[in-house]
Structure formats: C-alpha cells, structure tokens
C-alpha cells in the first residue's frame, strides 16, 4: 500500500465537520481509504479519524496543516496529523520479566507492528544478549531507591537522544515520577496486571487469588501521575478457577500481557487512539 | 431520542463519495449523528451508513430520495432510506423450543428491539399460551411432509396480511422452499446451532460432539437456497470438555442461539446491515 | 438416569482420604458416578465431591451419614449429603427489572434447572401477572426505608412458610439486613452487575463507563453482611468500546447478568459448590 | 514440589475402579496430590489421572507397574505411568513462519514448559540463528516434492537420534506420510489455523474470509493419517468483522495459533491427555 495521511481530529459536536473536512481533502484531490468517528453524547465532543492516499494529493506534506487551518479554527478543532510511512520511533523499559518484551521484539522483527524499536531500556541485566542478537541497542540503567533520580534523568536523556515517540512500559515494575510521565504525556502505555480497577497496586495476581475471582485480566493504560489510573487502551481476561495457584493465575497471566500491550502499542501506532479526560477513543 | 434517517449506501469505490454525501447532508441543514463506511479492497465496493437529524432537515422524509438522486446517479449507488421511527413488522417463525422465540419476545417487550412484533407462526401448538399472554398474535400452523406447500402458502399470506418486513426463525426447524425465501431475500434470519461452516444440517450438536471439538457455536445468517450457506450476520462460542454429552453441548448451546440471534436480529433492525454476494456489513 | 446420593467432603488435606471414601462406597455396592477433589495447597485443606447411585447401594438413605461417620470422624471432615432426586426449593426475590426473573423462570419450565421454584417474591408489583401464568406462588412485598424491618420479617416468614432452600437475588436492588443474611447463610446468591471487586456499590455500569473501560462483567456471588464482598461463584465479562453509551452497557449487561446468575445458580442446585473462607471451590 | 508418579489409565466402566486404585496407592503409603477421572456415558469408558508423590512411596520406580499389575488386570486397563521429574524430550518441526517456534521456545526457556527441547528441524534456513542462540540443536532439512521422502528418513533418523518422545508441528506446513505418523501415534501435535472442522486443508483463513465468518480459530491435534482428522487437543477462537482482509485474519490468528498449540503441548507434557478413537480426554 502506499503511503497515507492520517488526521485525528476533535472539537466540540457540530453541524457541518464531517462534510467540511471530507470536502478538503477532496477538493485537493485526496482519496479517503478510511474514515471513522464518534460523538461523547454526554461531553458533546466529536472525534475523528480520516485516512487519505497521498499518492495524487494535491498539497505537500508540509502545506496540509496550514491549508487545513482554514477547517479546523472554523470547528476549534484539535488537529494531529501522522503519515503511516513515517515510523514512530519505540523505546521499550523492561525488567526481570521478559515475556513482554519478547513478544513486541518478534512481532516488530516479523513485522507487524508499524514502528523502529529505537532502544530497549533495562533495569535488569538478563536480557541483554537476545536484545542485542536481534538488533536492537540496548542499555542497561539498573535502579535502587537511592538512584531513583539520577536513573530516571539517564533514561530521560536515553529516550532524547534516540528521539523516542513512545515509550512502552513491558512489564518495568518501576513507578515512573511525574518529571518522566509529564515529558510524555499520553505517550508512555504501560501493562498493568489485573483487570483495572480491580486489583490496582502490587502483587495483583495474588490479590485476585485472595478474593477468589473466576477471571483474571489485563489493562495497557497510558501512565498518568495516578498509578494505574491513566486512560485505559485494552483489556483481556481469561477464567480461571479454584484449581489455580498464584503460580498459575501468573502464567495464565502473561498471555494475556503479551497479547493485550501488543494490541495497545498497535493501536498507538497506527494512529488510531484519541486521548479525553481519562478516556479513550480507539478507532477500530 | 429524536427520529432520524438511515442511508444505506454502496457503490464501486471511487474518490468524493464521502463528501458528496456528507455535502448532500450539510446543504439540507442536516445534522450526522452516526456516519460509518468501509471499502472492500477486493472488491472494490465502498458501503456506508449514515444516520442525520430529521428534525431541522429541510427536505420531507418523500423528497429526500428523489433529492439524493443526484449524488446517487453520479456514483452509481444502490441507496436504502430508513426512518428510526418507523419501527420494521417482524414475523417470528418457531417450534417446538421455545428458548429463542421467548427471548426474543422479552427483548421486545422490555424495549431492546425497535420493531413491532406482528405475529408468531408456530407449527408446535405448546407456546400458544404465552405468546397471547404476551400480547402478540399466534397463528398455528402445523406441517407435515404432505402438507408442506399448503402450509407455506398460509405462511405467506399470513406474513403479507401482517405486513411483515423481518422474518425470524427462532429454531424454526423447517427448510423453507425458495417459495419463501425469494419473497423475503435478506429479510429471513436463521440460527444454526453450530459454527458455521463446521457442522452444517441436522444434529450439529451431535456432530460436535463426535468429532471431539473443544468450542461450539451458534449463527446468524440470512437463509437463502443453500441450507446454511447463507451470508452470516453473527457467530458466538462456547467452550465445552470431553465431559460435555449432546444434552450439556444442547443446553450450552442455547444460551448462544438465543444470544446471537438476538444480536443479528437487532443489528438487522436498526438498519446497520449491509448484504454483498454471501456476506455482510455489519456497522458497529 | 436414576437418582445419585452426593458427598460434599472437606477435611485437612492428608493421606487416605480418598480410598477410605471410594472404599466406603464400593463396600456398599455403590457405583461412582461423578468423583473430583480439590487440594488448597496454601491453607491444607481437602475437598471433594462424590456422586454414587443410589440404586444398588446397600445403605438406605438415611443410615449413609451414620454409616459414614467412622470415615469423616476420622478424617475430621465437614459432610453434606444431598439427593438428586429431591428438588431444592428455590424463593426468588426481584425488583423492577424483569430479566434475570423471567429468565430463570424459563430454564425452569424448560427443565434446565434441578430444582422447585417455590415462591417469587416482588418488591414492585409488575411481575405478578407472568409469575402467576407461569405456575409460580407471587407475593408482593413492597419496600421503602421506613418499612424495610417490617417487609424483611415477612419476607422471611413467607421464605420458611415455603421451606426455601435457595434464595435468588434476580436483580432484588435491596441489601438484606443481618436477620436474613444469617438465617441463610450461604444460600443466597445475588447478581452483581460487574465485574467485582471492580465496581462495588450502586451504579456499576456507570462507573465503568466514568472509568472508560473496555470490557464489563457480571458476578454471581453469595450474600454476606459485607456489600459485594462475599464468595463468588462465577463470573462473566463482555467487551465494549467507546461507543457504548451507560444505555448500551446496561443492555449488553444484561445479557451477561442472565447467564452468570442462571450458571451459578444450577451450581449450587447441582451441589457442586463448597464455600471456605470468602471462596469457593466449584466443581465442574 | 517434589516428584511424583502420574497414573493415566483407561478401562470398561465397572463398579469398584476409583477404590481399587485409590487403595493401591494408600497401601503403600502414597499421598494423591491431584486426582481426576471421567466416564464416556455413551461408550461405556473409565478414565483417570491419578498423581501421587513418589517421596515416600513404597515401592520403587519400576516396581510401581509390576505391583499395579494385580490391579489393571483385574479391570482390563490400559496403564501409562509417568514421572514429572522425568522431562518428554520434544523436537520442534518448522517452517518459514516463526511464531510458533519462537513462542514454544520462550516458554520453554522461561521454564513453563516441563520439557526438553531435544532439536528444532527447519525446512526454511531462516531460524537457524535465533534457535542457536537460545541453546538449542538445529537441524535444517529442506524438502521439495522429490526429496521428500528422503527428508522424511532423514527426519526420522534425526528425532530417534534425539531421543525424541514427542514431535510438534509448528506451522511445519508439510503433510507427514504414514512412516512418520505411525513411528509417533499420538505424539506428534499440529496446529491447524481454523476453527476444525471449518475450512480444512490450504489457506484456511483465505477461505475463512471468502465465507464471511464473524470469528476465526485455531485447532492443535494429534495427527493422524486424515489430513486434520485427527483428535483435538485444544481449540480457540477471536472475533473479526467484515474489516478484516485476509492479512488481518492471518496477523489475529497467530495469537490463537501460539496461544493454542501452547497449551496443547503444555497439556502433553503434563501428561493431562488420554486418547481414544478419534476424541481426547484434557484433564484439568
């Protein structure tokens, strides 16, 4: 396929935005080969997200935004505009733990997620190696109560330096302070454990375990200053039953960590995730 | 809610489709409250659904097709027009299980399913009790190998009597003659209690159960000629064990045919399907 | 199939356990039918359910417990002896909100569950007609903050004069005071409309909508003084997006709130549930 | 955990069975730590697990079947004794696509598979790598219709060689010929990427795609000399719509197909699995 323009829109509900911008992007010749949107009946917010081949457009990359200015301060819109041939670039913040990180390596290598891994990040030093040996750079920035700060400055200065756009947190186990979350608002997802709110905090497997639930999930949130409260981008669950152990519930577990961050990560990638409030828009 | 208007719309995909329609809309004060689209990359077929405001709209609800003309010539559309007010008649076919037939008319009497139940036609005589208790009339009509094309002649005319637009076969148990099935193309839901195409016929519990599967299913799918080769509308599974007989997969089982079908019969209802060859759209 | 005594065993978990039970039902001539075990590893206690025909079996039923207490003294164990062939008496209680009512009425005319429904008992009067027509002893007993002692009083009265085994909460909106918790202790199962511990309290669908998550749930635990907080028994979870307004929620809840209620319910007729602590252990 | 000794047995259904085993074990001191058992109503079939802690047992390992003897002659079973500390030795077959491989190998390394990985046999030079690196053997076997056989007693060689106890196909996309089927009954494991028994054979989500199924699946099964015929091990499933293109069916059903044959090998290797005729017995 080639190469496409994604605008992620939002501006109060409205008569008229949806023709409004399906007409720019005809007028200059654009062919839509995906549009969605949504209306917060309650917060009166519209929400699009409208795909279009460059391929024949009639403005250049960079003119789009001003030429699109006369649409979106008609509608006090919020514009963000991404094309789907320029990566983001990913920098993944791992632990002991390596299934997380495992999973979004093979599938960025088999191609499948549309991104360059800038740099894998590791407060452990386990998975050094397999990082390395599928080409990706790899820094090892181990942390103790007392290097908290200094840490966290490094990998600030890491994720810079490697111009990271999104940073994923695969399983990191470290609560990030506000000087980290604030330089990458909206732009940090993180894969809690538990089926948010259920379970919020520590050990969240064995919490489940203690209250004996008969299905155990995970969320992939965006981190905001609230632990585990930030705006939720999926969830999955999975039963499971008086026969299973904390052991168990944690093995059963990580499939669904793998496969739900993968599915988040995806999704922010793709451009198809709009951020309200505490809220999530994810375009299908 | 205030009424509103459902456009059903395909054509071969082609540039300015979304903005004719959108522009045809905008011109006529009209306010989109739900717009949807996809392209078939295969086929080249472009579907959408949109949903305005009729209050506001300066068209009447007659002129509106004949205005849209325009748009629809110019890009060789096949148009729908529906009007949420205006709730579709549904004929429920059923016999001897009453699992799907009464939940369809729970659904209907707590207000789930916008439509308006015009008759049930049963060829057991067991649930005439409730379906009057219910408040909707029941017509009787047994059949028998012999009796067959008397029976669906009566079938018919009692569905044109009641004006029917949907007609649902609640576990009908039946194979209609292409009699009825071209008098009702896309307008006749069927669930087959299997994952279809696994299991096509009779006793597909049965079948499951003898093939060893570890998940059943129900669907939804419009009936035409071919026994269950039908565009499907919607699917659900269940997990079983070997510990499960025929009776335990036929118990698990109707809790997905009365799902599913519920499901397909209400997306049919609210206008959000489109048919295409043997399969659908279903808008979200 | 012909009538089969039930075993419900717990005991500390140690060695013989199962051969002196298997050994005490083949002295006897029995044949087992249906046996599982469960070990709590972390609190060392034995569980078990053994399903034997009573045809054959060389005790008459009421010399089984005597019989057996040269095992279970020994073993120290808990015991409950039931009988498939005698049905548990089921109260229903409900409110406004018909669904959870109506369909466990309907798997019970269907024969799907093994037990008698004794007496539904109404906090508003909308149901009474259909209860009736279905064969169903109705009592209503209106509620409000000032009556509330009074109506539990006859409530309970009207729950022993029916010498109910089982009460079912189908949707009931009141809490029970201590008075009935404690005079059914275990035996009353309500219907949590989310995914608990998530979402306690009033208004669950609400709170997930509020806190935007993707996916909602239904728990079906059992009653006890504190709110939400008691055994639970089975649990099921729908996905949702951020389409689905608190309308959309409540409706797609309600089919979760059916299924979980009906599951859990035809558990304990089926005595195959055993409640430790605040778990439960259910057999399959 | 300490060793323990897994008993799977199989036997005409016959009063006296659960004792007699459940006897032998507690004679010589045994201690069950797990037990399970299942009676196939229709073909008149006892089947068991039993587990028991080997620490502390009377009798010494290759005592244990000798001194059953008395007890499965006398109930005509057939007996398979295992020991967990005892680990399958498993050769992984495959071919161009690597998420199966990769998958098996990251839980294995990772210590959630009780198992060692004796050899991964390639017909694609692609893994060789990746699969050095992890530690374990390779061999790369290409095949093409004429050296097919040739490959096949190579294969052969090299999985006698490895000692190799169960064979698993990880999207090896070779049919097998009845040589290598008949050496591995009921041990060698595929994973077919449908739903079984949909879409049997080449491109099954191609074909998925052309019925307009609203869920796809993935099925692992012992093989068998019917091209997908063979007993099921596990099954699952995830939902798509009429916005999936093949390739997004194709990228969805690799998570259930790593997540599927997972399980199923795991299920194996902890010696959870009977097999009879063309059904399988997945113990919890």
Redesign the interface.
């Known amino acids: 396929m080639s190469a496409t323009a994604v605008l992620l829109l939002s501006c109060p509900d409205q ?2 935005v ?3 911008v ?2 720019f ?2 007028q200059h ?14 917060e009166k917010v519209f929400f699009q997200r409208v795909e279009f081949e460059l391929d024949g457009f009639g403005l250049g990359r960079d003119e789009i935004l001003n030429a699109f200015s006369t649409v979106s301060s008609r509608f006090d819109m919020s514009v963000d505009l991404k094309f789907t041939d320029t990566l983001p670039r990913v920098g993944i913040l791992a632990s002991k733990q ?2 997380c990180l ?2 979004l390596l ?1 599938r960025w290598r ?1 191609g ?1 997620l549309p991104a360059h891994v800038a740099v894998v990040i590791d407060n452990h030093p386990d998975h050094a ?2 990082v390395r ?1 599928m080409g990706v750079p790899y820094v090892h920035l181990p942390v103790t109560p007392e290097s908290k700060e200094a840490q966290e400055r490094a990998l600030l200065d890491e994720l810079r330096e490697q111009s990271v756009d999104l940073v994923v947190l695969a399983r990191y186990m470290q609560i990030l302070s506000p000087l980290v979350v604030n330089a990458y608002r909206s732009r940090i997802i993180n894969i809690h454990h538990s ?5 919020i905090g520590a050990n969240p497997y064995r919490q489940a375990h203690d ?5 155990i ?1 995970a969320t992939a949130h965006y981190v905001t200053e609230e632990l585990d409260e930030g ?7 999975s ?1 499971v ?3 299973d ?1 904390v052991a168990d519930l944690t ?1 059963k577990g990580r ?1 669904l960590e793998t ?1 739900v961050l993968a599915r988040a990560v995806r999704a922010h990638l793709e451009h198809r995730v709009l951020v309200y409030g ?5 375009f ?1």
Do not use: C
């Not at 010749?29 to 309650?42: F, K, R, S, Y």
């Open positions: 008569r008229g949806v023709a409004a399906a007409d992007i005809a010749g654009g062919n839509i080969v995906h549009a969605e949107q949504h209306t917060d009946d309650v390596s299934h495992f999973d093979s088999s499948e190696d397999l040996h089926f948010l709110p259920a379970f209250r004996g639930v008969k299905i999930g705006p939720i981008l999926d969830q999955e669950v039963r039953s008086h026969r152990s093995r499939d496969i505490r809220k999530t828009v994810v299908g």
